[in-house]
């Protein structure tokens, strides 16, 4: 009777023992599909890492068919490598318009800095064709005379003028283009051919000899008009 008891004790024990390590093996697999989950969705980045304290530019346009001067569009944005090196994509943009949307030849009108997210719809809402050239790396004194020219616009100290015709105003090529110490001179061009110009202009302050940044490609690349 006693043996039988102790037998009894011990197959008890037994299932406890397994039952223990079969709960513990669960709770392992959860645990490591919870951290997988985590991972993925939280995915280091430190492959970026090597993009801290650098920065770089886009040079944009746009133009509608036939590519009549008050269709077309320059502008510019900047990034921060410290901010691109923590996944996070926040352009400074240069994109300057009359305040009323309206382009008007000949005349001033009060002027508005528009950010790249509007300017990409207003492009897509008028069916423009878009082009980009960069990521360019760039020195941190192009990209602090970029955040100079921001607050600017900013300042309510310009007007926008399509043709510069008084002191004090500019249009969008100069807006974007003539922010280095050296003369910039776009000639008559607008649409894509004008923003060109400002690549070249801005080409001798390009770092690694002007060749895009892939990596920085990736993050900043715009998928196109969503219809």
Known sequence: MGDGSSFSSLLREHRVVLFSAGRLQKLITYWFLAVSAVVVAFPAHSGLSSLQNRYFLVV??????????????TFLTVYRGDDLAKGRVAPATISWFPATGVVHLVGVDRGRNVSLRKTLAIACEGRKHVATWGP????????????????????????????????GSMNCIEAAGDITNKPFHPLMSWGHRASRAVVRHLSPFFKDGGRINRTVARMVRWNGCQR
């Open 60 to 73: 944009w346009a746009y133009q509608g068919a036939g590519n009549p001067p008050r269709e077309s569009h």
């Open 136 to 167: 360019y790396e760039i020195s941190s004194a192009l990209y602090q005379r970029a955040l100079a020219r921001i607050r600017l616009l900013e300042s309510g100290r310009i007007d926008y003028s399509a043709l510069s015709l008084r002191r």
